[in-house]
């Protein structure tokens, strides 16, 4: 978040630093000097516990290349183009698509007539969506002021077409003037949008009634308001709730994130491993006494399944060294996916109790019984980190590039790698450097230090200091991610930019919330990220790497080796504000929306405790200072439009204050100037990593790898250049088809 400005300089010039630029030319080597709360408490947020699934679905509903850009465009700006289309004598798809896209702009602008032209006849040509299309005729004719004929063309909907969702449209219009038809609504479609509405105004005139609480709770359980409304539930109706009933409340409160009371409801839910394991954990994340107890209860009643046996893992984190052994003794015997960790936090134990000897045994056996975990790539970078603090290089660059040799996890991999390279070149062996940067690039292609290894090997993607300077090309994707669940109707209106009933469609259509499939969650993702639930959907589609299941593994590694997962995982909304205003302030564009999705994951009315507001996360104090700056008198931090000016103008002024240097401008953003001031003046280095590495706020230096991991990874999916170097070294690349 933005930081009140400090108006004194009380820094020191920074170096770029490092051991040098590595650039490849002709084959040769040439050398020149020169950070989120768990939200799923830990296990079975909604990405872990979907159930084995077949391969990834393909979409039979496939973008039109005629239409798709188009649809990018304001209604005035694509009207004329969409009005040839929408009069070629040939019936075909674009035709209709470009009728039905016309008729909704006309209804929005309040043009019924017009509307009632495009959608004359239209569902003979266009069937996949005829309840929509009547829908829509219904809506054209009210406000052309002919009820009987909207009436009419409604009442065809619930005859012919009953079960599709745009009879809950017809059922809530309908409804207005005839109550039966909201009950309708209620019965039928109870997660609709528009039953939602209907339930809200019915509770708001009378809010002691239990079914409708219940409905609220299944269908938007993460809202704001749902703690509240929860509590006033169990308040008025605990002690008559049935066990399923408890689990609904407990699910509300445990997706926003209240765990005590959410690890109370599941202990009155129906005893699964799943409910039991979060009556566990969400005492143990709130720090409330019983969550020990409930652990045990987990691992007596559902021995060898997956939750009772991070309820060990759990149970060795709450007790003593000596008393913790037992536990983890237990999950190394008896769950051979949880061993490696187990392993490694034993050693750990086994140092603290002084016995050396036997750590040193257990650290050895992991390495030659899992040497490609996650614990082992841990172990093998704390080895060489172990060995530079003692002098001797050399040997901590062999661990450190072991590690990137053997582990398929960029936390410690990536990293490791990385620093096997630097290590590599200040050792004298500019090849093996060059070497391991471009293998950091291929197997992990989105990370941070992907992006310092590309730096190192010369490529045109920006260092610490230059990459303000910078304005590479951007080129997007012309048609919209495919769907891979949901019905034709739903998938269809997706492609055509009608994001919002789209989202209406799959609100009933998704009934396994609970345990998604892969192809659910994706589609959810991509569903949210299209109505603006940026925040919720960035979660959705981030989170499918945490599938644990291995056919789950395989659809998510087919799933990420796709454009769609990478552009649908870093979108480019608010594109034409940022690149104007980056534009004034002379800034990256690209850096300026991996710090937004960083800050706020692009939600518009994102506020943190502190009160950091909008986009940018613009601190109220600092926007009044900003706002004299710029002249400005009148101004809404949550309106996209200046909240974009304000952040802008204030990280173009960090990047000021640091002669343009991009780390330490996004370190001030983050932790204020007097914080970075204050490191610079005490630093032992005059490399730059290093000087990353060696942040005193964890906070901070995860913000600065994430934000600049972030540009990274918009420089290699939208810019062609590095896309393309980056697909010539790595297989992980997925081929951009714009």
Known sequence: ????????????????????????????????????????????????????????????????????????????????????????????????????????????????QAALKQLA??????????????????????????????????????????????????????????????????????????????????????PKQLPLLLLLAKAEPDAKGTPARMDQLVKLFGPQLQPQQWQTVAWAYW???????????????????????????????????????????????????????????????????????????QVIASYPDRAPQALLEKAKLLDKMRSSQSATQLRQYLLEKFP??????????????????????????????????????????????FWAGKWALKLGDSQKAANTFQQVIKQHPESYYAWRSASLLGWNVGDFTTVRKLQPAIQQPTTPPQLLAGSAALQELHQIGQRQAAWSYWQVEFQNRLKPTVPEQFTDGILRLGVGDNLDGLYMVGSLSDRDQPAEQQQYLTLKATPDYWHSLYPFPFAAEISSWSKQHRLNPMLVTALMRQESRFEPQIKSSVGATGLMQVMPETASFIAGKLNVKNYNLENPADNIKLGTWYLGYTHDEYDGNSMLAV?????????????????????????????????????????????????RLYNPEIAKKVAQISPHQPKLNQ
């Open 255 to 329: 997706e926003s994130q209240v765990y005590d009371r959410a690890a109370k409801a599941y202990a009155k839910a129906p005893q699964t491993p799943e409910t039991a394991y979060r009556s566990a954990r969400g005492l143990h994340l709130k720090g409330e006494k019983g969550g020990k107890q409930r652990y045990e209860m987990t691992i007596k009643q559902f021995p060898g399944t997956s939750e009772a046996g991070l309820a060990l893992t759990r149970l060795a984190q709450l007790v003593p060294p000596k008393q913790a052994l037992p536990y983890l003794d």
């Open 1 to 112: 978040m933005s930081q009140p400005p400090n108006q004194s300089k009380s820094w020191m010039p920074f170096l770029l630093g490092g051991a040098g630029t590595i650039a490849l030319v002709s084959g040769m080597v040439i050398s020149t000097q020169v950070n989120s709360g768990d939200r799923s408490g830990g296990l079975f947020n909604v990405a872990r516990v979907g159930q084995p699934t077949a391969p990834l679905p393909g979409s039979a509903i496939k973008p039109s290349p005629i239409i798709a850009p188009l649809l990018k465009q304001m209604p005035q700006q694509r009207a004329q183009n969409l009005q040839k289309i929408a009069q070629t004598a040939q019936p075909s798809m674009d035709r209709s698509r470009a009728r039905y896209v016309l008729a909704t702009d006309h209804l929005a602008a309040n043009q019924p």
């Open 121 to 206: 006849n239209l569902e003979q040509d266009y069937p996949v969506l005829t309840a929509k299309i009547l829908h829509l005729r219904g809506l054209a004719f009210m406000a052309a002021k002919q009820p009987d004929q909207a009436k009419a063309a409604w009442q065809i909907v619930l005859q012919k077409h009953g079960n599709d969702p745009a009879a809950a449209e017809v059922l809530y219009e309908l409804g207005k003037t005839a109550p039966q038809y909201w009950d309708q609504a209620i019965k039928q479609f109870p997660t609709h949008p528009r039953t939602v509405a209907i339930v809200k105004k019915r509770l708001k005139q009378n």
């Open 667 to 715: 370190a001030s953003y983050n932790a204020g100037p007097g914080a970075v001031g204050g490191w610079l003046e005490k630093r032992k280095t005059q490399d730059a990593d290093e000087f990353v590495e060696a942040i005193p706020y964890s906070e901070t230096r995860g913000y600065v790898r994430a934000v600049l991991g972030n540009y990274w990874n918009y420089l």
């Open 372 to 417: 490609k975990s996650k614990a082992a790539a841990q172990l093998r970078w704390t080895i060489a980190q172990d060995r530079l603090k003692a002098g001797d290089m050399k040997v901590a660059q062999q661990w450190a590039a072991e590690t990137l040799t053997h582990s398929t996890d960029a936390k410690f991999g990536a990293r490791a790698g």
